[in-house]
């Protein structure tokens, strides 16, 4: 089983940044594909960045040139740089992660509990 748990939310102005955390803890065999996901309010929840255990990301285009994801493997956490905040960026951001429990496991989707981001204008 895998734990998410991401930190980093908040209350921010228009332009400022902030940084976001998900760390998966648990037993498990291995993280492969993490990702950041969000959800304002009355919409649905739309894909922000992935990453795949190699480093490779890819990134909605809303969000290309402001936001950053990167991951450290050693500590099975992900991280979201978001600078140029917009009021548009107010959501709960989710993280998710592709884990097997055991080498022989079929992988499973995983998701942490989601944290606050708000933009004022």
């Known amino acids: 089983q895998v734990q998410l748990v991401e930190s980093g939310g908040g209350l921010v102005q228009a332009g400022e940044s902030l940084r976001l955390s998900c760390a998966a803890s648990?037993?498990?065999?291995?993280?492969?594909?993490m990702g950041w996901y969000r959800q304002a309010p009355g919409k649905q929840r739309e894909l922000v960045a992935v990453?795949?255990?190699?480093?490779?990301?890819n990134y909605a285009d809303a969000v290309k040139g402001r936001f950053t994801t990167s991951r450290d493997n050693a500590k099975n956490t992900i991280y979201l740089q978001m600078n140029s905040l917009k009021p548009e960026d107010t959501a709960v951001y989710y993280c998710n992660a592709n884990g097997k429990r055991t080498r022989w496991s079929n992988p499973v989707l995983y998701w942490g509990q989601g944290t606050q981001v708000t933009v004022s204008s």
């Open positions: 990453i795949t255990s190699g480093g490779t990301t």
């Open positions: 648990g037993t498990f065999y291995s993280i492969n594909g």
